[in-house]
């Protein structure tokens, strides 16, 4: 236990420190944690309102826990998809796997203290969810102490089952597959299996139990009360059911079975590690690279001069395909949102014919054009940094940032590449949304989509200037792996959610306001966006400078 302790405590301190970025005072650091927490406040009101709207409408129904677990499930997926792509990077690719296997430490008391650590980063993102929820819940109950414990062990224990099922599959995967020994390419394969199994994982819930249930059981199972509409939620995250029924129901039994699932499964995941964790572990450091040799011809075509904004925008968009790190973090997290859009609604059939609809509802549209260009902002803020394209290019380049102030060509010009590519990405990724959202939903109008397209480019243009405008001021130029610059990185954290915060206040500020304010407001926060960007664009250059002096 002393040895498991104190490796903890170690691990804890060497991870924390991976998310200072080497340059900022430790104030600093703490305001840019608070800007980040006012940023989440906005999505977790929004959670609220519904979490609170659900419960007033289910309540007459005795459906108060299928609303709490459905919320519960939510955040047991955000644990799971986000520790997908966490639990390698610290379990197997964290520097100290050398060091560690020489010290008389055993698998599960190294792989518990790293556990430990995913555990505390998982933290931040189950308390944005389970707040708002606990908080609805006691808006509307009459809590027994029963209930009010399980709300203090839920806070603490929900996460553990989700993390526990993505630590398997990544000791699994690291364990069956030693013969990738160069590291770069055995994390684009586990990065890209974890990907297809955080799809599937999203299908089957929007799809296993709906889809084999016709809406008259659904019908007698909402008006059955007892909460019995849970079933159809299935039982993938079980810890979820009980947790809701023992807060609800002030149930010990239901409160034992959450405790059970949570430890239990911890055991057989150590008991795992125990057996395999060293066999993963070994052998995963090396990376290699293949060496071109170029002919006379092919070294005059390479050396041919070209668009130079173009070119390194080509020279950013060839690095973030062609490094592992790169790829999945920036690179493949903006298609995930548009092949769930098309992946989930055909699994469960969900079909609109236009052709039943009113014509009147169909011209109506039209008249709402406003809220389409609401949408169109809503998307471009929230796609904009989910990639962390141009809120961590500066991060990116590390210790190579000097050479950005020798190379023959102007500052400006660079970041204005370095933003392109980001801007390329995102708007690549607005295409498809808008695109598939028409095909699945064919009763708006294309004028209507058209609209929302032009509006999602304007605010993903200026999200991705306030991106590095933010890697700028805070760049993480200290790591020692890829991985690091992009899921480590402060100003990327705060550029992706402080995008989806101003997404959700926009929209709930649509939900809100009458429509006649809604048709002027959102021409205006157009044009304003378009002027901020054109702002931006002309003073990167003197901030960057001014920046480039601290570094």
């Known amino acids: 236990m002393h040895k498991f302790l104190s490796l903890t405590r170690v691990t804890l301190k060497n991870s924390m420190g991976m998310l200072s970025d080497g340059n900022s005072k430790k104030l600093t650091t703490i ?99 389970l707040l708002p929820s606990v908080a609805a819940i006691i808006k509307h109950g009459d809590l027994g102490i029963v209930s009010i414990l399980a709300i203090l062990l839920v806070f603490l224990l929900l996460p553990i089952y989700p993390l526990v099922l993505s630590s398997i599959i990544s000791l699994l995967v690291m364990c069956f597959v030693p013969f990738f020994k160069n590291r770069d390419r055995f994390n684009l394969i586990s990065s890209g299996c974890t990907i297809v199994l955080a799809l599937g994982f999203a299908i089957y819930v929007n799809s296993a139990s709906f889809t084999q249930s016709n809406p008259q059981e659904l019908m007698e199972l909402l008006l059955s009360g007892n909460n019995s509409l849970i079933a159809v939620l299935g039982y993938l995250f079980p810890n979820a059911i009980f947790a809701a029924k023992a807060i609800v129901e002030n149930d010990i039994l239901q409160l034992i079975f959450f405790l059970l699932i949570s430890f239990v499964s911890l055991l057989l995941c150590l008991l795992l590690a125990k057996a395999i964790y060293f066999k993963g572990l070994i052998g995963f ?37 062609r490094t592992p790190a790169y790829m999945m973090n920036c690179v493949a997290t903006t298609f995930i949102v548009p092949i769930l859009m098309l992946l989930i609604p055909l699994v469960q059939g969900v079909t609109i014919d236009a052709s039943l609809l009113p014509h ?32 961590t290019s500066i991060s990116r380049e590390g210790t190579n940032l000097m050479f950005m102030k020798y190379i023959p060509m102007p500052l400006k010009d660079q970041l204005f590449a370095k933003v392109l590519s980001g801007i390329f990405l995102a708007v690549i990724t607005d295409i498809l949304t808008i695109v598939l959202f028409g095909f699945l939903f064919p009763i708006f109008p294309l004028p209507m989509l058209i609209l929302t397209l ?23 130029l200290v790591w020692e792996q890829e991985a690091t610059a992009v899921k480590n990185s402060i100003s990327g954290i705060i550029a992706m959610f402080g995008g989806w915060g101003c997404a959700a206040l926009v929209g709930i500020a649509a939900y809100m306001l009458p429509n006649e304010i809604i048709k002027y407001a959102s021409i205006a926060l157009l044009i304003a966006m378009l002027i901020l960007s054109c702002i931006l664009h002309h003073k990167m250059d003197s901030f960057a400078f001014k920046q480039f002096k601290k570094y």
């Open 31 to 129: 305001l840019l944690y608070g800007f980040l927490g006012i940023c989440m406040l906005p999505l977790m009101f929004a959670l609220y309102f519904f979490v609170d709207t659900m419960l007033t409408n289910f309540h007459f129904l005795d459906q108060d826990a299928t609303i709490l677990a459905l919320t519960f499930y939510i955040c047991c997926f955000v644990t799971f998809f986000f520790a997908i792509f966490l639990v390698p990077s610290i379990f197997f690719f964290s520097n100290d796997g050398e060091t560690l296997l020489a010290l008389p430490l055993k698998p599960e008391v190294i792989l518990g203290s790293k556990f430990i650590t995913v555990l505390i980063y998982e933290y931040s993102f189950v308390f944005m969810v």
């Open 285 to 321: 450091s090396e990376t290699n690279s293949n060496r071109k040799k170029l002919s006379h011809q092919e070294l005059g075509k390479a050396a041919h001069q070209k668009n130079r904004i173009i070119t390194y925008t080509k020279k950013e968009l060839k690095l973030l395909f």
């Open 360 to 391: 009147e509802i169909m011209a109506m549209m039209n008249d709402y054009w406003y809220y389409f260009l609401i949408g169109g902002i809503v998307i471009g803020l929230f796609i904009g940094n989910m990639g962390l394209v141009s809120s």
């Open 454 to 476: 032009a509006a999602s480019l304007v605010s993903t243009v200026l999200a991705n200037y306030i991106g590095i405008y933010l890697d700028l001021s805070h760049p993480k």
